[in-house]
């Protein structure tokens, strides 16, 4: 086990280091660090808006989506490596070469995944904040234990996608059940008791009010899910061969309107056809956008009306614009080298695609909009989360080219998209807070947003395609 | 006969390693060229630059009358290619894939084209198939397929018979043999002496990024020198150069 866990970890940085730069990567940890300790020093100005605990929740929350997301990543990680490299594998794909079982190699994954991102993510968000500590009075016992309990939130995302993974492969229905049921049942508990339930969250808990017994609980339920993880998970079948019914022709024809959808077509038929659009949509979308809605609503009591509703539809935008991350995933450039295919014809029909797939954050957004009873604002949040959706994957599109997944840990990249995005997330903030039709303007976003698809066009056709 | 393909100082730099060092050679039209060299020695790197998937450091290459620095795409319009590594896309079957290549080069007919190459490379039961789940044999003849589908007037290939069984072998060394009697042209990378000796009309070497012979493979059978002897005698006194 030591061996092979070791090797992993050197295989991951090696992925991370080899595609970022070593220096680039390595100096990820302390830009999280760095945010971390001088965003400590704007808690006593936030606790006047927001109070501590909820400030705590929060933060365990974003720990949990973030566990969630590691992990769903973590699964795509074969098919990250073959779309960046060519023919490549990980250590994660060796039972098919050596003496060792697949359920062994998964426990060592999933205890891999753990602690790389303990040290890339959760080490340095702790550290930054307890290296604050002794400045803004915060005590030092508390900074400690948030750190843990951090972790544990982590993991506790880190697992849940695990396990739902593990499901998956065995049964499709049994997953989706599980989901449905999931977020049915926070739903109904939102809508009866308020957010009751989030603060039942066990590393929330822990950290609210430390006893030995709670952290017995926390830690027997991460042992247990890590444990269920490993007990069902199977590993996909191979050399079978499945005949399938052509869906490429149909999809041009109905696309024949779209400037690309030869491109367009073939980038549906790959989401459809891995499974990886239906995960992604839950593990990168709906789960994620469920668990905010959950929480971001603990803030409720301190926004006007129609405040909740658009700051989430603002969000879910954000996180809508990752779908170009989605399909931009299977392919670089170069299955397309020996086509008359130029990377700016690839990066429009990239785009086209997640237009088209915003029509899932659109709806999403319109249910959630009904569903808590603000209908009223509907048209403004669906235009937020469109445009804010266009607009964010515009500036992905210029900073990353066909590879926003992998260029998300350059530090520059990440800094200059947080900027770009949270200059614009905090005029429309203000905007939509000062009257919810005010947030109509934010139509005006496609501009900029059109501007930037226009520039990385330009700027990305201009570097050689081998190796995009 | 027109000259298709013309390389003049040809360079490319990666970094501290010189893939291509001021190569010159031409191609003739309807010739079929086999580019050889050992592993590593810059064979791939010139079809990548000739078709302008990757931007020379010096010198220039014209294909076709297109200069392949400033007018890769519309090479890539009229040329066919084989890469030595990539895969057709993993979720499109074999069949969805030449349709796919058919929308992008806009091809009316392609099905009835398509179905001709499933039934000549002999893999018609697997047009329904996923691309992950062919063999790399299959994946090959896919490859080969899209190369040809829209009869380009120059094809540049890359180890094109790399995968096949001999049967298979025998099968596309015909269609390339016969392929350049209709008067198109073949640009053939490999590192297979054999075959280059039994279907290629001129060659050149490559080693190390440099260019170490160019000319008919008539003039070797003429001094009564075979093709493996005198490419690894060039190489090795290449390599001690």
Redesign the interface.
Known sequence: MPELFMRMMKEEWRMHSTIFGHVSFALFPFMIFGISFMGSFLLPHLRQALPVGDMALATHVMFLVLGAMVGGFGLMGNEMMNRRF??ASLLAYSARSLPLSGKFIFANFVVKDTVYYFFLWVLPFGAGYIAAAPFTGAPFSSALLLLFTLALAFMAGLCTVFLLSSVYVRSRAVCGVMVIAGGFLLLVSFLSTGPTLALLFPPYMLYSGFSWGMLLLSCAILAAMFALSILLFSPDETG??????????PL?KRGTFLQQ???V??DL??LY??GIGIGQALFSFAIPLVVIWFFLSLAGSFLPPHGLILLFAMISGVIGSTMYTWVTE??SF??Y??????VSTLIQSKITTCALLQVLPASFIAITAVLSGNSADLIPAVALCVSFSFYASGVMAYLCGLSPSVLVYDVKVLFTYLVFDGAVFAIFSAVSLAHPLYAISSVLLFFPGWLFVKAAMRRWDAV???GL | MSVVLEVSGLSKVYGDVTALDRVSLSVEEGSLFGLLGPNGSGKTTMIKVLTGQIRPTGGSAMVLGLDSEHEGLRIRERVGIIPEQESPPSFLTSMEYLEFVGAVRKIPDIRERADEWFDYLEFGDKKNVLCKDLSRGTRQKLMFAQAFIHEPALALIDEPLINFDPIMQDLVKDYLKDYVKSGKTIFLSTHILEVAEEICSSFAVLHRGRLLHSGPVADLAEKGVHLSGFFLSLVRKGGHA
């Open positions: 060519g023919q079978t061969t499945r005949v399938h019914g052509d869906l490429y022709r041009v959808s030869p491109l077509a073939k038929i790959d056809r891995s299977f392919d170069g299955p080298a020996c086509l008359p295919v130029s050689d395609p081998a």
